[in-house]
């Protein structure tokens, strides 16, 4: 493994920003890296990790300094992912996810619910998970069948989410369930606390990669919630759960460029370092031109997320680029951590290095927060419009 962080050239739009993504930096190359495989290996979650970035700010960057937020723009906080992801990406990922259980009620709570809560989620050591699917509603979110029954000022959530990442260690859920009619408008979103009377977690998903973050199903068995924790207007959930999405995939988009530049790194050290036929393998033709490509890879998908970021940024319109920007990302990263592996070789089949983890880690982000093909489907219909059938 490398003992360095990967030194990407940014470009920051701020001062503040470089001290910033340094100060990522630090903490990734202190905290984080040394331990990230071993780590993943024994299946332990970094709980500690996730409690020293909210002590350092790190955990509600895109939101508003009244709350307890960074005030920083979605192109700075999704090259601090990125940076998170390279040295591992159960970490990136938890804060992207976080970040994304935050958004509902950052984005269309009151303001009296966001002055109760938002402080204590953004930096006040909590952690959130995002209870969208089910299992039998994963790319059909609209089809979820959780559902919520008012009984007074109380609403009573009876169901199951599944594939809810920081499930069973989350402190706090935004949860997306059934109060009206079938279908996206007869769904509602709540801020449902991780210690309600009812709330089980099933014991975690078995996985290819990333087995240091826990997966798992949550039963809710007639959770009480009062309705000052209902996000947003009865049937407005699918609507908060799609703009969330959206920003959510460019959090995937950044954490994939992560996990292929901590390849890419170590592939090219590797590469200068092995010799074969009393040279350096890095001097072979074919082997400096499947670099090249990866380079080439990581710096399009970089770009192209950044991109989307800045319209993000701009108040301006950016699902069709937040699609485009998770897929091409994603697809990068299965791309360039397969190809990483077959620079070290046999060692890179091997549990010594760490490509062979970043192979394994990278193909889950071509499925979650909506599949590739989903992502396909969306930028589609930005294209053509809707499916005639």
Same mark, same amino acid.
């Given at each position: 493994?490398?003992?360095?962080?990967?030194?990407?050239?940014?470009?920051?739009? +701020?001062?503040?920003?470089?001290?910033?993504l340094?100060?990522?930096?630090?903490?990734? &190359?202190?905290?984080?890296?040394?331990?990230?495989?071993?780590?993943?290996d024994?299946?332990?979650?970094?709980?500690?990790?996730?409690?020293?970035?909210?002590?350092?700010?790190? @955990? =509600?960057?895109?939101?508003?300094?009244e709350?307890?937020?960074g005030?920083? $723009?979605?192109?700075?906080?999704?090259?601090?992912?990125?940076?998170?992801a390279?040295?591992?990406? *159960?970490?990136?990922?938890?804060?992207?996810?976080?970040?994304?259980?935050?958004?509902g009620?950052? =984005?269309?709570? +009151?303001?009296?619910?966001?002055?109760?809560?938002? $402080?204590s989620?953004?930096?006040?050591?909590?952690?959130?998970?995002?209870?969208?699917?089910?299992? /039998?509603? =994963?790319?059909d979110?609209?089809?979820?069948?959780?559902?919520?029954?008012?009984? /007074?000022e109380?609403?009573?959530? +009876? %169901?199951?989410?599944?594939?809810? *990442?920081? /499930?069973?260690?989350?402190?706090?859920?935004?949860?997306?369930?059934? +109060?009206g009619?079938?279908? #996206?408008?007869?769904?509602t979103?709540? @801020?449902?606390?991780g210690?309600?009377?009812?709330?089980?977690a099933?014991?975690?998903?078995k996985?290819?990669?990333?087995?240091?973050s $826990?997966?798992?199903?949550?039963?809710?068995?007639g959770?009480?919630?009062?309705?000052?924790?209902?996000?947003?207007?009865?049937?407005?959930?699918?609507?908060?759960?799609?703009?969330?999405?959206?920003? =959510?995939?460019?959090?995937?988009?950044?954490?994939?460029?992560?996990?292929? &530049?901590?390849?890419?790194?170590?592939a090219?050290?590797?590469?200068?370092?092995?010799?074969?036929?009393?040279? #350096?393998?890095?001097?072979? &033709?074919?082997?400096?031109?499947?670099?090249?490509?990866?380079?080439t890879?990581?710096?399009?998908?970089?770009?192209?997320?950044?991109?989307?970021?800045?319209?993000r940024?701009?108040g301006? #319109?950016?699902?069709?680029?937040?699609?485009?920007?998770?897929?091409?990302? *994603?697809?990068?990263?299965?791309?360039?951590?397969?190809?990483?592996?077959?620079v070290?070789g %046999?060692?890179?089949y091997?549990?010594?290095? #760490?490509?062979e983890?970043?192979?394994?880690?990278?193909?889950?982000?071509?499925?979650?927060?909506?599949t590739?093909q989903?992502?396909?489907?969306?930028?589609?219909?930005? @294209?053509?419009?809707?499916?005639?059938?």
């Amino acid at each position: 493994m490398t003992d360095r962080a990967p030194q990407v050239d940014r470009s920051l739009p +701020t001062e503040e920003s470089r001290d910033l993504l340094a100060l990522v930096r630090e903490i990734a &190359q202190r905290e984080i890296r040394p331990r990230a495989a071993e780590e993943e290996d024994a299946g332990r979650f970094p709980r500690e990790v996730f409690g020293l970035l909210s002590e350092s700010g790190l @955990l =509600g960057l895109p939101y508003a300094g009244e709350f307890g937020g960074g005030d920083q $723009p979605y192109e700075v906080y999704l090259q601090v992912l990125e940076e998170l992801a390279a040295a591992r990406l *159960t970490v990136g990922l938890g804060v992207s996810v976080h970040s994304l259980a935050c958004h509902g009620l950052a =984005g269309y709570g +009151t303001k009296e619910q966001q002055s109760a809560h938002l $402080p204590s989620m953004l930096g006040g050591g909590l952690l959130g998970a995002y209870c969208l699917s089910e299992p /039998g509603a =994963g790319s059909d979110a609209a089809s979820l069948t959780t559902r919520a029954v008012r009984d /007074g000022e109380d609403w009573i959530i +009876t %169901g199951t989410k599944a594939w809810i *990442t920081h /499930g069973g260690v989350a402190d706090f859920y935004t949860v997306l369930a059934r +109060t009206g009619v079938d279908g #996206p408008k007869g769904i509602t979103a709540f @801020l449902v606390p991780g210690d309600a009377a009812g709330l089980t977690a099933a014991v975690p998903e078995k996985k290819m990669g990333m087995k240091g973050s $826990p997966t798992a199903q949550l039963h809710f068995d007639g959770v009480r919630v009062p309705d000052t924790r209902r996000i947003g207007e009865e049937g407005q959930g699918f609507t908060i759960a799609l703009a969330a999405l959206d920003a =959510g995939r460019l959090g995937i988009a950044a954490c994939a460029i992560g996990v292929a &530049q901590a390849a890419l790194d170590e592939a090219v050290l590797y590469a200068l370092d092995r010799k074969q036929f009393g040279h #350096p393998i890095a001097d072979f &033709q074919g082997l400096r031109f499947m670099l090249a490509d990866m380079a080439t890879k990581i710096e399009a998908g970089r770009a192209l997320y950044l991109a989307a970021a800045r319209l993000r940024d701009a108040g301006k #319109p950016f699902s069709r680029q937040a699609a485009m920007a998770k897929l091409f990302c *994603t697809d990068a990263a299965m791309s360039v951590t397969t190809d990483a592996v077959q620079v070290l070789g %046999g060692y890179g089949y091997t549990a010594d290095f #760490p490509v062979e983890r970043l192979m394994r880690e990278a193909k889950v982000l071509q499925i979650v927060e909506g599949t590739n093909q989903i992502q396909r489907m969306v930028i589609a219909r930005h @294209l053509a419009g809707p499916e005639s059938r």
